[in-house]
């Protein structure tokens, strides 16, 4: 069983219109990511969360919000999205245990076009 | 300039043969991760070397690291057209701290049947 889904899987949006990706997790991690992929910039970290009720900015976070409601979901939002929001969106979960090393799971990806 | 970069960029072999990516990385680290995404998935993560290891097995894939030089490898042996991916490094952000990863771009690797 997929243990990172995303959806929706395709998403075209219009300028100034309000987009959001969800994302959920049935590995138990704590930390869940966004990041977006464009060639030639490769994966490009936008929010994180620690936890249900936590969201932190990450490396791209202008444009972009984050909601964490629960451990297993959590969510993108565009308030007012526009054409450079145009991407792939991968949804990630993992955990870092004390002296252990993290590894990230990722979903399948959320392509959004905005037009 | 990038923090962690994969080279070359791009790669082309055929089936059955072997082929290498390194990696060269410009922080301290605890540890270095290997992850591939095919096309229209997510990276999966294929290895991970802690920065005590100079070597790391998984199947036909084999992950060197030099802290000395901060680049490592990975190296496949009798290559699979579905071994066709792009392949990434990343490493901790600061040492000790794994909850953020630092990603290169990736190498395009073709395996040609």
């Known amino acids: 069983e997929a243990a990172v889904t995303q959806s929706p899987r395709n998403k075209v949006a219009v300028t100034g219109g309000k987009v959001t990706l969800s994302c959920n997790q049935t590995?138990?991690?704590?930390?869940m990511y966004w990041y977006r992929q464009d060639t030639g910039h490769g994966l490009r970290l936008i929010h994180y969360?620690?936890?249900?009720?936590?969201?932190e900015k990450g490396d791209i976070p202008d444009g972009y919000k984050a909601s964490r409601p629960s451990q297993e979901n959590f969510s993108l939002i565009l308030e007012l999205a526009t054409p450079s929001q145009t991407s792939v969106y991968f949804c990630?979960?993992?955990?870092?245990?004390?002296?252990?090393?993290?590894?990230?799971?990722f979903g399948p990806g959320t392509r959004l076009t905005v037009l | 300039s990038q923090l962690a970069e994969e080279n070359p960029w791009a790669l082309s072999v055929h089936e059955g043969e072997s082929v290498t990516v390194n990696c060269s990385y410009k922080?301290?680290?605890?540890?270095l991760q290997w992850y591939r995404q095919k096309s229209g998935e997510g990276p999966a993560q294929l290895i991970l070397?802690?920065?005590n290891e100079r070597e790391k097995r998984n199947g036909r894939l084999r992950a060197t690291l030099d802290t000395s030089s901060q680049s490592s490898s990975l190296s496949i042996t009798a290559t699979r057209c579905e071994d066709t991916a792009v392949y990434f490094c990343?490493?901790?952000?600061?040492?000790?701290?794994?909850?953020?990863?630092?990603w290169g771009l990736g190498t395009s690797l073709v395996v040609n049947p």
């Open positions: 990630a979960s993992g955990e870092e245990l004390g002296g252990r090393y993290a590894e990230q799971f």
């Open positions: 969360s620690y936890g249900a009720g936590s969201t």
């Open positions: 590995n138990n991690h704590n930390n």
């Open positions: 990343a490493t901790d952000r600061n040492v000790g701290d794994n909850s953020k990863l630092i």
């Open positions: 922080t301290s680290i605890t540890a």
């Open positions: 070397i802690r920065s």
